[in-house]
């Protein structure tokens, strides 16, 4: 007799699908559930079976030499209907199995026992079951075990679930912390340095137009106008940096430093190295933004970047020979609003850099170039073999 589907089949199938579960690997925490089934009850078969559409497929088996079989002749398909547990002590003696392939041939199953397993929310999936080669009884004490331990089976797969929605509300709870900071500090910097790139510039024209000063004023407006430009691509860096939905891709550095020498093209750089690291399009503006760094406020014309492994992580060594960084000033380098040297920005480049690094799973850092100059330094995990 083939095994009927349940009324809410479409529904039990879209939360057995939910789970995540169908055609993965072994895990011990369920091969140790089907693993002591066997020595409690002195049975040589015991399966975590989810039934699929037109398939029963085992999460865990014990004595069976295949992962899957046919839903239609399943004695799980039968015991997915119960709202108790399934019990038929003689297969050969119930008309339903007595035909059944499974019991003519192998496995030869003369015995099964099998508790319906339910989802989170009340959907049934599957069944925990044992099987015996010979026919037996079955006494109310064996079916509480076989019950407890199917509810134990249950919380192991629930826990996977619940898992992936607490990872799915952290990570909407991170997209928010990371929009409330975006909305701060572009309230903060349109507040401050705006209005006061704004009033700089209206100030400029004017007098140009009240011919008081001549080009030479205008340069001074072009210069208000890239540092307003520049604020608006730190906004944009920021959004990027703070993000949690932004696909990383295994990328080389050495294209990376490439498209960020565009950016800043009146630099020499110097590469040593290369490598691949998890990150986006976002690490171009950290390099270009340490670039910028040296070429402003070291006053220098030239980075030299090394890029070497050690251990798990990837280090790039972004170095120059020009202004040393006051160590007051190395501390709180990384910090919002942070600037030093000759500047007019937000103070906002390297903390937005930190937090893209962070992003990334790694960490920043800068220390003195011997005998002179600054050394800023990037840490980053090394992709997995395999994965690039």
């Known amino acids: 007799m083939n095994a009927p589907a349940p009324p809410d089949e479409k529904e039990r199938l ?25 020595a409690l009850f002195n049975v040589p078969i015991s399966t975590i079976t989810l039934i699929d559409s037109h398939r029963e497929w ?19 398909g039968h015991a997915l209907l119960e709202d108790d547990i399934f019990v038929i002590p003689d297969t050969k003696k119930d008309p339903r199995f007595s035909k059944n392939p499974m019991v003519l041939g192998k496995p030869f199953i003369r015995f099964y026992a099998g508790v319906p397993l339910k989802s989170a929310d009340g959907k049934r999936i599957g069944v925990f079951c044992i099987k015996d080669t010979e026919p037996r009884s079955f006494n109310q ?6 019950k407890n ?3 134990w089976v249950e919380l192991e797969l629930n826990t996977h679930e619940l898992s992936q929605a607490l990872e799915a509300r ?10 409330n900071e975006i909305l ?14 704004l ?3 209206k100030a400029n024209i004017d007098l140009f137009l009240n011919k008081r000063y001549g080009k030479e004023i205008l340069q001074d407006a072009y210069q208000v106008i890239d540092r307003s430009v520049q604020f608006m691509r730190d906004m944009k860096d920021l959004e990027a940096a703070v993000s949690t939905g932004t696909s990383l891709k295994p990328c080389s550095l050495k294209q990376v430093i490439k498209e960020a020498s565009k950016r800043v093209p009146f630099l020499k750089y110097e590469v040593k190295g290369d ?14 933004n340490i670039a910028r760094n040296a070429l402003i406020h070291a006053k220098t014309n030239k980075i030299y970047i090394n890029i070497f492994k050690n251990k798990n992580h990837i280090q790039i060594s972004l170095a120059n020979k020009g202004i040393n960084i006051p160590d007051k000033v190395k501390d709180k380098l990384f910090k919002e609003g942070v600037t030093y040297g000759e500047t007019g920005n937000s103070g906002l480049g390297l903390y937005i850099a930190r937090k893209t690094i962070e992003r990334y799973g790694g960490i920043i850092w800068v220390t003195d170039n011997k005998p002179k100059g600054a050394k800023f330094i990037i840490s980053l995990p090394i992709p997995k073999p395999g994965l690039d």
């Not at 085992?58 to 799980?76: I, P, T």
């Open 14 to 38: 879209a939360s057995l699908h939910a789970l995540g579960l169908l055609d993965t690997p072994t895990e011990e925490r369920f091969d140790r559930i089907t693993k002591l089934a066997l």
């Open 58 to 76: 085992f999460k865990s088996y014990q004595g069976l030499d295949k992962r899957e079989g046919k839903r239609a002749v399943s004695f799980c």
């Open 141 to 146: 004490n064996l079916k509480f075990v076989l």
């Open 149 to 151: 331990i199917a509810y």
């Open 170 to 179: 952290r990570t909407a709870e991170k997209q928010v912390s990371g929009l």
């Open 184 to 197: 701060r500090l572009i309230n903060k910097t349109i507040r401050h340095d705006i209005l006061n790139y």
């Open 199 to 201: 009033t700089v510039l």
């Open 275 to 288: 490598g691949k690291v998890y990150a986006d399009q976002a690490l171009i503006s950290v390099i270009e």
